[in-house]
């Protein structure tokens, strides 16, 4: 069984080190995130990425905040009321939204913990709007003291090939600091 991110360790992904790091808002922007635009952050845990997204999309956009742990569904809610934000307990391979009903789906530090990643990935396809993006930002395969065991990471090319199994377009792979990769992909 793949480990998911324990609630009793949130202040690791809340903590103003990691806002340093990665600096959501502007990582979201710099992926093509606009105002309008329906968004799915997909393992959104206590709303690191969503929060952020939900101000950049504003009023005329959406953001589903989905989670398979309700306990991290509970603590977003109890970080905001947004009105654009709609927080979602799902199940890995089956997320409660209609299909083509998102313009960006975000997967940040999530797809290492599913357990069929094919699975799980095409059923991302299925809720993207045909030309829609797709964010998958990972932690490298390599040993260090932060982040998930080593034998629990993706390597990059193990991470291409899941996705363009899945059927999507890759447009993009960039390093992201020292530890992470980001891969932009279209449906």
């Known amino acids: 069984m ?3 991110f324990s609630p ?10 990691r806002y340093t790091t990665v600096r959501p808002h502007q990582f979201l922007r710099d992926c093509g995130l606009e105002s309008g635009m ?7 845990g206590p709303g690191f990425f969503t ?19 309700e306990e991290m569904i509970r603590m977003l809610k109890r970080r905001t009321r947004r009105k654009n934000i709609v927080p979602i307990v799902s199940d890995e391979h ?3 939204l209609s299909a ?5 789906a975000l997967l940040a530090y999530v797809l290492h913990e599913t357990e069929n990643k094919l699975r799980f990935l095409k059923e991302v396809k299925r809720i993207m709007r045909k030309g829609a993006s797709m964010v998958v930002l990972e932690w490298k395969k ?9 034998h629990e990471r993706l390597a990059l090319k193990e991470a291409q ?16 600091g020292t530890s992470h990769y980001i891969i932009s992909a279209v449906k």
């Open 8 to 17: 009793h360790s949130v202040e690791k992904l809340l903590s103003e080190e």
């Open 142 to 150: 390599k040993r260090e003291k932060e982040g998930p065991p080593f």
């Open 161 to 176: 090939g899941l996705i363009t199994d899945a059927g999507f377009c890759i447009e993009g792979v960039t390093s992201f």
């Open 94 to 96: 089956r997320i409660p």
């Open 51 to 69: 929060i952020p997204a939900s101000n950049i999309v504003g009023r005329s956009g959406l953001v589903y905040a989905i989670d398979v742990q």
């Open 38 to 44: 329906t968004v799915a952050d997909v393992g959104c």
């Open 2 to 4: 793949a480990h998911k």
């Open 100 to 104: 083509r009903s998102v313009d960006f």
